[in-house]
């Protein structure tokens, strides 16, 4: 069974940046298109980024332009480039496959100060 574990998350001023980094302990070619997905506190998790396998990419409207996701397939690795920072966008950041989920990790928190 492929795990998941996120890094990368921390205490950061808004306007900031952050790099969050998600290690599989398998083939992420093989989940196919990945996503990463938050929760804020008191809220459902939602998911914010997807990337395909090809490297198509889409993104939530409240991070389009600030965000962006990528991948290294050979690698096993995921990444998300947060610019722009805003206190909304704290919350504990996870990632996963969007058709193919795998268990969760325990996800890296993200907390922007205003």
């Known amino acids: 069974q492929v795990q998941l574990v996120e890094s990368g998350g921390g205490l950061v001023q808004a306007g900031g940046s952050l790099r969050l980094s998600c290690a599989a302990s398998g083939s992420i070619f093989s989940i196919g298109t990945m996503g990463w997905y938050r929760q804020a506190p008191g809220k459902q998790r939602e998911l914010v980024a997807t990337?395909?396998?090809?490297?198509?990419?889409n993104y939530a409207d409240s991070v389009k332009g600030r965000f962006t996701i990528s991948r290294h397939n050979a690698e096993n690795t995921v990444y998300l480039q947060m610019n722009s920072l805003k206190p909304e966008d704290t919350g504990v950041y996870y990632c996963?496959?969007?058709?193919?989920?795998?268990?969760w990790g325990q996800g890296t928190q993200v907390t922007v100060s205003s």
């Open positions: 996963n496959g969007v058709i193919k989920p795998r268990p």
């Open positions: 990337i395909t396998t090809a490297g198509s990419i």
